[in-house]
């Protein structure tokens, strides 16, 4: 319960249909605010804004967005609205990577500890 504001940050969008668009996602979550005392975590998609039963905005609206943050919370201020979002097991800031290993542009092995 409450409501969406300052305590998270929303990016992705495009802005218009002719350049890439990606999934508005988390990028900020302040401790202890509303979003993350519901389990939102940062990297999370929004993948639905309801505003009633039969009213709702899917993702690939919120895709067409120059400006996610804003339309987000400026549907969110509805009252009574539900926001849907979609787990994406991103680290969290704080957490440690896990170790792995990649090439580098030339063929060189390259790992977290390098």
């Known amino acids: 319960e409450g ?3 300052d305590d998270i940050v929303f990016g992705g969008g495009a802005g218009q249909p002719t350049v890439p668009q ?3 996602r988390v990028l900020k979550l302040a401790p202890g605010g509303t979003a993350d005392k519901a389990g939102v975590k940062v990297g999370d998609e929004v993948s639905l804004v309801r505003l009633t039963e039969n ?3 899917q993702e690939s609206f919120l895709r067409m967005s120059a400006n996610p943050d804003a339309t987000i919370k400026q549907l969110a201020g509805k009252e009574g609205i539900t926001l849907n979002f979609r787990s994406m ?3 969290q800031p704080g957490e440690q990577a896990p170790d792995f290993a990649c090439l580098d542009t030339s063929g060189n092995e390259v790992n977290l500890a390098t």
Do not use: D, E, W
Request: aromatic share 16%; hydrophobic share 35%; no cysteine.
């Open 22 to 24: 990606s999934t508005p």
């Open 3 to 5: 409501s969406i504001g």
């Open 89 to 91: 097991g991103m680290i």
């Open 55 to 57: 009213r709702f905005y």
